[in-house]
């Protein structure tokens, strides 16, 4: 009884499954009709001249494809070429612009080192020049010290000789001064002044011995030889 139960039951589970099946079978048919209807009827033939027409087509961009890879890679190995090239030239470059560099570094050094050499021929000469002058002016000051000295020595034997000549050399000196405008006319004589009452006192005493009347022109000459 109970495996009679089952028995029944399994058949309805394929009964079931069948018709599942037979309408799934019949939904397909139908769409596969429909699939039918819509698509054009072609022939063998036709298909066929697609299909070469495609296989055509294919080629043609497998062609043009392989055509642009290979301009492709033309056109790197241009550039790649251009590249090298270029870095070549521009080593070659940088080497030249080095080397001139280098020479003009030279050139500049050698003019360098001659104008230092010309400042220092000329600094030592100018130094040597400098140190002669220096030595001629102090020769130069000595001698005038020491004329100074002279004259204001024979000014003071002048006027121990001709005592009387004071006035007169005192006169003369005041009125040199006041022409030259001195600041201070009572300042200390100096050996122009000397000179100035040298010539003040042998002049007066012309008078006294007619041997003195030269004097005053040989002391004049003394004078503008000691002050060229």
Same mark, same amino acid.
């Given at each position: 009884?109970?495996?009679? +139960?089952? &028995?029944?039951?399994?058949?309805? +589970?394929?009964? *079931? ?34 299909? %070469?027409?495609?296989? @055509? ?10 055509? $642009?890879?290979?301009?492709?890679? =033309? %056109?790197? %190995? ?12 521009? $080593?070659?470059? &940088?080497?030249? @612009? ?38 001629? =002016? ?6 005038? @010290? ?9 000014? =003071? ?29 009572? @300042?200390? *004589? ?23 009347? =030269? ?10 030889? %000691? *002050?060229?």
């Amino acid at each position: 009884m109970l495996v009679h +139960g089952t &028995l029944e039951a399994a058949d309805k +589970g394929l009964l *079931w499954e069948y018709r599942d099946l037979s309408e799934a079978f019949t939904t397909f048919e139908q769409a596969h009709d429909k699939c039918q209807a819509a698509l054009p009827e072609t022939s063998l033939e036709e298909l066929t001249g697609q299909i %070469s027409a495609l296989k @055509a087509e294919k080629e043609k961009l497998a062609l043009e494809h392989s055509n $642009a890879l290979e301009a492709q890679r =033309n %056109s790197f %190995s241009e550039l790649k070429q251009k590249l090298i090239q270029g870095k070549v030239e521009h $080593a070659e470059t &940088l080497k030249k @612009a080095k080397a001139a560099g280098e020479a003009k570094v030279k050139e500049v050094q050698k003019e360098l080192a001659d104008v230092t050499g010309k400042l220092k021929e000329e600094l030592e000469a100018k130094t040597k020049a400098l140190k002669e002058a220096e030595d001629r =002016n102090a020769t130069l000051l000595a001698d005038q @010290a020491e004329f100074d000295q002279l004259v204001a020595q024979a000014d =003071n034997q002048v006027l121990k000789i001709f005592p009387d000549s004071q006035p007169l050399a005192y006169k003369r000196v005041m009125e040199l001064r006041t022409e030259q405008g001195v600041a201070d006319p009572e @300042a200390a *004589w100096s050996a122009y002044d000397h000179l100035v009452t040298l010539y003040a006192r042998i002049t007066h005493m012309k008078a006294v011995d007619r041997h003195l009347g =030269n004097v005053p022109e040989v002391a004049l000459q003394v004078f503008k030889f %000691s *002050w060229t």
